[in-house]
């Protein structure tokens, strides 16, 4: 199974730029990249997904280099209500063969005024 | 669009009793998934259904555990009989159809935080 990596936590202010990066080696060659941002006591909710190289909407961007190994998800300007926790998902094909889904560790992000 | 809807949201049951989470995906999404999040393995996919069908449980924990479809609307996961480890919040999600599961967005439910005294 592909293994992701991501910080364990990390803190900014209003109005900083932040970026949270994902390792994922093993990452499927038509698996996309996709993150999440989870608040305490509800489910994770979509942010922003990609394939290769940039991709940008209204709440956020997201990087991936050509080797696919790492993605980054920049948080323009964060505010205090951005604080959550983040997760990158990749897909993978298991030795099963069936693709598996391996979430990151997830980064807590604490944004102080 | 009301989203994914699990019941009950909060789970509190003592061990050896038999649990039941409840789960209806979104109309019309082909992919139905359950999670489990812990503090210490963090978001895990149990299993997934594509079509009613399911496609892997590998990561069900063991034979204690069991998720059926029985149709496009509504899915189950059963604990019987339950443990103080299987105390956790259990997410559905569901996705539509397109390509790879990877590849799709997932919508999660609220989750049902299940604790086994």
């Known amino acids: 199974l592909a293994k992701t990596t991501q910080p364990i936590s990390m803190d900014s202010y209003e109005g900083q730029e932040v970026n949270i990066t994902c390792s994922h080696n093993?990452?499927?060659?038509?698996?996309?990249i996709t993150w999440y941002q989870q608040f305490p006591s509800q489910g994770p909710r979509f942010i922003i997904q990609g394939y290769k190289t940039k991709v940008t909407n209204e709440v956020a961007s997201l990087f991936i280099p050509a080797d696919r190994k790492s993605s980054t998800l920049s948080l323009p300007r964060v505010s205090l209500s951005d604080t959550a926790v983040y997760y990158c998902l990749v897909g993978d094909m298991a030795s099963t063969g069936f693709q598996k889904l391996v979430f990151g560790t997830g980064t807590r992000l604490l944004v102080s005024p | 669009d009301a989203g994914v809807i699990q019941s009950p949201r909060h789970e509190v049951t003592e061990m050896g009793q038999e649990v039941t989470l409840r789960c209806k995906p979104i109309?019309?999404?082909?992919?139905l998934f359950w999670y489990r999040q812990t503090m210490m393995r963090g978001l895990e996919l149990l299993i997934y259904?594509?079509?009613?069908?399911?496609?892997?449980d590998s990561g069900m924990p063991e034979d204690r555990f069991s998720a059926k479809m029985p149709n496009a609307s509504f899915s189950t996961l059963k604990i019987q009989p339950s443990e103080p480890r299987d105390s956790a919040v259990y997410f559905c999600?569901?996705?539509?159809?397109?390509?790879?599961?990877?590849?799709?967005?997932?919508?999660f439910g609220d989750g049902t935080r299940l604790s086994i005294l």
């Open positions: 999600a569901s996705s539509p159809g397109l390509d790879g599961i990877g590849n799709q967005p997932q919508h």
């Open positions: 259904f594509n079509n009613n069908v399911p496609i892997d």
């Open positions: 093993n990452i499927a060659t038509n698996d996309y």
């Open positions: 109309s019309g999404h082909d992919y």
